[in-house]
């Protein structure tokens, strides 16, 4: 069986192939592997982040907002206003941080971004303290589980389950992932809800093409069968309104995602001989439920704190002014002036930052922010010693996923294989809008924008690999290159972040060490 098995409608001997393997290609045979492989995989990126997670301690970039607004919403239900040495109180271990204001409103924070990254990163706090630790910790998780997934998302796509591992491998070696899985900022949040989402939208497609084989075999109805409450769809219809509920950009995904996985449903019923339009009237409407209506319903679920108390931003605007009117038409009018206002915030973001990035520059790696940086007397075995956190990928899987992500634009267009179009679709979709706000809008923006895009990077490099390493019919010589190829592409990506990782988790260095490490001299 192939790595990467070629759609069989591009095959010279398609017709020779059942339906149910033209819909569903088999999985490797061996599903124990299938889930140990990633498993050890997902447990070696998680030590990677866990190690040492509470260094440095220290308020690291803009942890200074996020760290405390979870804080604030764990004990009040809304961001509230600090005192002004706040920073300095946590790392001493105080929780007495609040200002105390003649109102409720008047101690109102106004929040750039919706809550859901927030209270997520407050778990940790709940569970232990308000320590660098603490805030750390689910940012940690949840990048832990982001390998998992993608490993398994990759070992699906492919049927391989070594190029799965090779997916989550990769992705537990980006010094960017691996950043900002141990930094207390919303993007690792919205990459995992992203990641997760595609994932069930794989699964239901073989759901999908499971039934259409079942019915094709029956020929039970003429106009095909309906494909039941699909359950995997609704949870991704949850994951991407976790997506949204984190950060807006969210919302590009959840469009892109929608429209693929209807093409899917309309490719899959043409295999087996149905009219397109079928899919339009017995799939779109529930499609357009779990994937349109259930995020929004997740969306306005994470300002539950915001509803249930009085002391949110904005939270009595139309109250104050339509007493005579429903508590539930009075709230929902409120929040929806507050969305308005954070509309307008976010396209008038325009104030320089020394370590802002335009987006055609992001894949380059030209501009990475600097999280944290310090010099201290000891530590290096000199006299002055240089500690810091960027905020950058490994150079080496970057650098690669331009010459893969040029390889999907021809596969897709040679093969029009699914693989590539979903991948290029997502990477598009998270990359390219932020072309207009940077022209439109001249919003400042930062290189750790691309993190939700960075797990398909890595599937295009690891699609790449798999047709390095041959498809149905490669001689076992083609196939054993391949693999010394990949394999080598493997071990260089980790002596690569081993290589950086001291610039990555504020290791002392001396200056020439410091220097050595940064790739580029903008990263400076």
Known sequence: MSLLPTPATREPYAASLSVRDRLLPPMPDNPLWGWLGPLVVALFGGFLRFYHLGTPHAVVFDETYYAKHAFSLITHGVERKFVDDADSLMLHGSEHLFATCETVQDCAVYAMHPPLGNWMIGVGEWLFGLTPFGWRFMPALVGTVSVLILARVARRMTRSTLLGCLAGFLLALDGLHFVLSRTALLDIFLMFWVLAGFACLLVDRERVRERLVEWHAAAATPTGPRLGLRPWRLAAGLCLGAALATKWTGL?????????????????????????????????????????????????????????????????????????????????????????????????????????????????????????????????????????????????????????????????????????????????????????????????????????????????????????????????????????????????????????????????????????????????
């Open 252 to 524: 590009f995904f959840i469009l892109a995602f929608g429209v693929m996985t209807l093409v899917w449903d309309a490719g899959a019923r043409r295999a087996v001989g149905l009219r397109r339009l079928e899919a339009a009237r017995l799939d779109w409407p529930l499609g357009a439920a779990w994937l349109g209506g259930v995020p929004i319903v997740v969306y306005v679920a994470s300002f539950g704190g915001w509803l249930a108390t009085a002391g949110g931003w904005g939270r009595d605007w139309d109250g104050a002014t339509s007493p005579g009117r429903s508590f539930v038409i009075d709230s929902l009018r409120s929040l929806v002036t507050y969305q308005l206002q954070l509309l307008g915030s976010h396209t008038s973001l325009s104030t320089h930052h020394g370590y802002q990035s335009d987006p055609w520059t992001w894949p380059l790696l030209l501009r990475p922010a600097a999280f944290f940086y310090e010099k201290t007397a000891a530590g290096c075995g000199a006299d002055e010693c240089f500690s810091s956190i960027v905020g950058a990928g490994t150079p080496l899987i970057w650098y690669a996923a331009l010459p893969a992500l040029a390889a999907m634009i021809g596969w897709y267009l040679a093969a029009r294989d699914w693989r590539a179009g979903a991948v290029l679709l997502a990477y598009g979709m998270g990359w390219l809008p932020w072309f207009y706000y940077a022209i439109a809008d001249h919003r400042t923006m930062y290189l750790f924008y691309t993190l939700p895009v960075l797990p398909f990077m890595i599937l295009a490099v690891v699609l790449s690999c798999g047709l390095i390493m041959g498809t149905n019919g490669a001689s076992s010589e083609r196939r054993t290159i391949g693999v010394t190829l990949v394999g080598a592409f493997a071990l260089l990506a980790l002596v690569n972040f081993w290589w950086i990782s001291p610039i990555l988790t504020a290791e002392p260095l001396t200056y020439s060490e410091w220097l050595s490490r940064m790739f580029l001299r903008s990263w400076i």
